[in-house]
């Protein structure tokens, strides 16, 4: 296991358009978590998932995001008419979680894909 | 509004002095916090996590301190290094983790 990827690195798209990114978590990872973070900010928190389940998504940025996870594989997070202010840098991160919910380690980023609208 | 604040100016230090950087919080409970680096157009890395009932925690140079007093934590490196430049980031706990704005650190030779 490589860690956890993302899928594009980069992507450059027109106003208007829909995107559609991917991350692939570490495998033995029950928690994925999108995140997205413009120059000088940290990271925004958007949505997770807990297995195949979305826990949180009130956070999404508008009803233009949605993100899926179907069979608690990997996850993808499509922006919709995307908009010159939806240009930053969407990172993905998994956990692991003990008994209860405890949480013993950090998260594990991917890279990020980095999007720009023009 | 729960609110996390880190210095926003950036730290620049001689190599071998320990950096210090603070993160404060407020209007918050946070069961434990992390510290993250983050290297320019990659990812966050972990470093180091500190439970609420925890006052410090070490991992080699790294040194954190959690003091839900002052709601404060303060992460120290040691003997720094120039290959320790990067931004450091704090997060608090929640159902997700809430980051910090970050802190900028320069270590020269």
Redesign the interface.
């Known amino acids: 296991d490589t860690g956890v990827s993302q899928d594009p690195r980069h992507k450059i798209t027109k106003r208007g358009q829909n995107v559609t990114f991917r991350c692939d978590p570490i495998s033995e990872h029950n928690r994925l978590y999108w995140y997205r973070q413009t120059l000088g900010q940290g990271p925004e928190f958007l949505t997770y998932f807990q297995n195949e389940a979305q826990l949180e998504k009130s956070r999404l940025l508008s009803d233009r995001f949605s993100a899926e996870r179907p069979k608690g594989s990997f996850s993808t997070l499509e922006i919709q008419r995307t908009e010159q202010g939806d240009s930053a840098m969407y990172l993905c991160a998994s956990s692991h979680t003990g008994t209860g919910g405890r949480i013993d380690y950090g998260y594990t980023f991917g890279s990020g894909t980095r999007l720009t609208v023009v | 509004s729960q609110k ?1 604040e880190q210095n926003s100016e950036a730290l620049n230090i001689q190599e071998g002095k320990t950096a210090t950087l603070t993160c404060n919080y407020t209007n918050y409970s946070p069961a ?1 916090l ?1 510290w ?1 680096r983050q290297d320019p ?7 180091l ?1 500190i439970r609420e009932n925890e006052k410090e925690k070490r991992k080699e140079r790294l040194k954190v301190t959690f003091d839900t007093t002052l709601k404060q934590s303060l992460f120290h490196i040691t003997a720094s290094q120039p290959a320790d430049s990067a931004t450091y ?1 704090c ?1 608090f ?1 929640g ?8 802190t900028s650190l320069l270590v020269t030779p």
């Open positions: 996390i434990y992390q993250y157009g990659r990812g966050p890395v972990f470093l996590l980031l997060a706990s159902y997700a983790l809430n980051f910090g704005k970050g």
